[in-house]
């Protein structure tokens, strides 16, 4: 008897230990990336996430739940065997905003009351159509979260080269070179800024204003023209547009960049940006000079100019489309600021009809436009992220350009330019500020990525049924560039819908 209840008694301690032992379970909210994270408590907690992607898709939400500052916490099970990635990064604060995507380790620490983590889901090439169940499980020393997630990929292949060019501009100034780094140590610096700009469907451009004018030298490959790696660069399948030099060459080095390019098939995708937003006559005429110049050598050369408004004197003051007439012949590539489009349609018909032969019509974004349109300024919402390719696919644009991805006013403490919306210009993040040696995307990035992601849905829907019937099913996220989607709910399954279409087509 003495042994019976001896065995009971440790029974029940172990028991009691056990239980003690068990780890708490924490609540959780999830969010779409398009959503003010700050806003979780308006969601149901501990929620089922769902996911649908494309091959070579990506997808994400936002996790967040409450913790202990500085408390130790670890992830498992990110991985599965279906060709989709998983992968966690915390969303840091910088200048009062939730912008700053950090990579974690499996074992992290949240020095914070509350957690905000953005969740990636990437699918391949390679990736199995299917439905895949997962569970993402977060770990602290008295407590636990498991989030079930729901994958489901369709047989449906994004492109590895854009249906449409993005560039994007990264100042040469502003990229963090070590101190007294030498020339192939600043060259390996560019090539990983670039680099992380292909990776994110952007064609990159480095960037410099001369003479502090708006003269413009832009140029893609982080070595000479001449250099064997800048061929090898270009050649990347994921450009479809490169910058070439012009002003820092001699007319003599500029002849023989030309002929060389020809000869290797370059001068197909390339172009020169020479001027950046001209208002003056005279600034037109400097523009048309440089681009003569490049055309006697090579006539099949590409010059880019932006503008946002017509000359500011002269015979055509004022008249934003005379731009068409004045640089006849000199430049290709229209690139023309969304802001002066405003929100009329009818100016991008006009813009298109007045090209010729095989001119462009580019658009860009830049402290404008404002209100309720599509921009990737700090202050607009995760839907005017989103819908900034939504506007170029539906205004049918060639090409789509953004000014700059660091321009900041500060380097040593990353502040913003003043006299510019906060985050104009400001897509990526010196890594240095967060303890990591690669750049650092920000939320406006991974979102802006989903726009073209969303536009390459868009353009393989017209393949398989036509302009007009795509315009219509559009029309259930995009009226407009003052109106359109702002619930997830609506994108999500447009998204599902437009798949389910082509891969039944």
């Known amino acids: 008897m003495y042994i019976f209840k001896r065995n009971i008694f440790i029974i029940s301690v172990l028991g009691i230990l056990c239980f003690s032992c068990q780890k708490k379970p924490m609540d959780y909210f999830v969010l779409p990336s398009t959503d003010n994270i700050d806003g979780y408590e308006n969601y149901d907690s501990n929620t089922i996430v769902n996911i649908v992607l494309a091959k070579a898709d990506n997808e994400h939400v936002q996790l967040v739940f409450k913790v202990n500052p500085n408390e ?39 020095q914070d009351s509350i957690a905000k983590l953005w969740i990636s889901f990437k699918t391949n090439h390679k990736s199995v159509p299917g439905v895949y169940n997962h569970k993402l499980i977060i770990e602290g020393k008295q407590s636990k979260l498991v989030v079930p997630i729901t994958i489901k990929v369709y047989n449906v ?15 040469e100034k502003n990229l963090p070179y070590p101190e007294n780094s030498d020339r192939e140590a600043k060259a390996s610096i560019r090539e990983k800024w670039a680099n992380l700009c292909l990776d994110y469907k952007i064609n990159p451009y480095f960037s410099t204003w001369l003479e502090s004018s708006m003269k413009h030298e832009a140029y893609s490959s982080p070595w000479a023209w001449n250099d064997t790696r800048t061929y090898q660069f270009l050649a990347d399948e994921r450009f479809n547009r490169y910058a070439l030099p012009y002003h820092s060459l001699s007319k003599e080095e500029l002849n023989q960049m030309l002929q060389t390019y020809e000869r290797k098939d370059i ?6 940006y020479l ?34 408004c ?83 696919w539906k205004e049918k644009t060639s090409g789509f350009l953004y000014w700059a991805v660091n321009a900041f006013d500060n380097m ?12 104009d210009g400001v897509l990526i993040y010196p890594g240095e500020i967060m303890n990591s040696q690669d750049p650092l995307v920000s939320v406006r990035l991974e979102r802006w990525r989903d726009s073209m992601e969303d536009y390459e849905y868009l353009t393989l829907l017209e393949t398989k049924i036509g302009r007009a019937e795509a315009e219509t099913i559009f029309e259930s996220i995009y009226q407009s560039p003052a109106q359109y989607a702002d619930n997830y709910q609506l994108i999500n399954k447009f998204r599902e819908n437009v798949l389910i279409i082509i891969q039944n087509q």
């Open 72 to 110: 130790h916490y670890s992830i498992s099970n990110l991985q599965n065997k279906s060709n989709i990635e998983i992968n966690c990064r915390k969303i840091e604060s910088i200048n009062g905003f939730d912008d700053v995507l950090v990579p974690v380790s499996k074992d992290f620490i949240i």
């Open 412 to 423: 040593q403490n990353l502040t913003f330019r003043k006299d510019l919306p906060e985050g």
């Open 310 to 392: 017509g000359p500011q004197d002269g015979e055509f003051k004022d008249q934003l489309f005379s731009v068409f007439d004045l640089w006849k012949d000199y430049t290709q590539i229209y690139c023309m600021s969304a802001w002066a489009l405003q929100t009329d349609e009818n100016k991008a018909d006009t813009a298109r009809l007045l090209l010729r032969n095989h001119d462009e019509w580019w658009t860009y974004v830049c402290m404008g436009p404002g209100g309720k349109e599509p921009n990737l300024l700090l202050s607009m919402t995760g839907y005017q992220h989103r819908a900034v390719l939504w506007r170029s």
């Open 157 to 171: 292949e994004l492109p590895l080269k854009p249906s449409i060019p993005a560039a994007f501009g990264i100042i």
């Open 267 to 272: 001068l197909p995708q390339a172009y020169f």
């Open 275 to 308: 001027w950046d937003e001209p208002v003056l006559t005279s600034e037109y005429k400097q523009i048309n000079s440089f681009a003569k110049t490049i055309h006697e050598i090579a006539p099949q050369a590409k010059v880019l100019t932006t503008f946002y």
